[in-house]
Nanobody, 126 residues
Framework: VQLQASGGGLVQPGGSLRLSCAAS????????VAWFRQAPGKEREFVSA????????YYADSVKGRFTISRDTVKNTALLQMSSLKPEDTAVYYC????????????????????WGQGTQVTVSS
């Protein structure tokens, strides 16, 4: 299974971007998917996640109300719509996936997720 993240770029503060994550290499479903990010000199941190069978979506406090995670089941892609972007959102964004539904208490841990994309750079700057 390979994950391909795309959609990053340079955007001004207050702007928006939409990241996509596509799966290839089989019939793997992006039903359990997460986004993490890593800024220079910092550890990788949880951004958002969603699970198979859950209507509830999980967000880091720092992005709640500004980011929205979703999936396109027809295209088998996961999306992260980012709005009201701030300079502190600047980071490499990674999508991650897992075949089996993870428990909610483990969603925010990078070790929970089995498959990772290569990352896409998001830079928020004027």
């Amino acid at each position: 299974v390979q994950l391909q993240a795309s959609g990053g770029g340079l955007v001004q503060p207050g702007g928006s971007l939409r990241l996509s994550c596509a799966a290839s290499g089989g019939t793997f479903s992006l039903a359990n998917v997460a986004w993490f990010r890593q800024a220079p000199g910092k550890e990788r941190e949880f951004v958002s996640a969603m699970r198979r069978g859950d209507t509830y979506k999980y967000y880091a406090d720092s992005v709640k109300g500004r980011f929205t995670i979703s999936r396109d089941t027809v295209k088998n892609t996961a999306l992260l719509q980012m709005s009201s972007l701030k300079p502190e959102d600047t980071a490499v964004y990674y999508c991650a996936a897992k075949e089996y539904r993870p428990i909610s208490s483990a969603l925010r841990l990078a070790d929970t997720w089995a498959y990772w994309g290569q990352g896409t750079q998001v830079t928020v700057s004027s």
